[in-house]
């Protein structure tokens, strides 16, 4: 498997020019005000990174277009799931005080075709290891 990136604002992933646009596995958190990622209770433990979403792109050999980038831009547009998701949450998690002045970063792991599914895979099992 290939190396994160650092974290970066997901405005600044979602270019089309940018340095997402390129395929592989992404992680979506929410980081407060200074940047500091904002702990999360879940089922399994609390996740320290913050994590909200995890997901990936499209193929290279596919020629549809679907980068990260793209898939941040359907993230933030609600056309896709997890951004549907996110927008319901939004609402209650603004009345937590820690959500208040939250914001969402964006790192990727980009990786050739034949890696970007299992690595996907692999995140979303560890996740659920916490």
Same mark, same amino acid.
């Given at each position: ?28 958190? *929410? ?14 433990? $609390? ?6 979403? $995890? ?13 990260? *980038?793209?898939?941040? /831009? =359907? ?11 996110? *927008? ?9 005080? =820690?959500?208040?002045?939250? /914001? ?12 970007? =599914?299992?690595? =996907?895979?692999? $995140? ?7």
């Amino acid at each position: 498997m290939g190396n994160w990136t650092d974290w970066i604002d997901i405005d600044l992933a979602k270019s089309k020019r940018g340095p997402f646009n390129d395929f592989g596995i992404y992680e979506i958190r *929410a980081v407060a005000s200074k940047g500091k990622a904002i702990p999360i209770s879940r089922l399994v433990g $609390v996740d320290l990174l913050g994590l909200f979403y $995890v997901g990936r792109s499209g193929y290279r050999r596919q020629k549809t277009g679907h980068t990260i *980038a793209n898939r941040i /831009r =359907e993230f933030l547009q609600q056309a896709h799931s997890g951004g549907i998701t996110y *927008a319901r949450a939004k609402k209650t998690l603004q009345q937590a005080q =820690e959500f208040w002045d939250h /914001r969402l970063q964006v790192r990727a792991m980009f990786l050739p075709d034949e890696e970007i =599914e299992l690595a =996907e895979t692999k $995140v979303l099992r560890d996740y659920f290891r916490l």
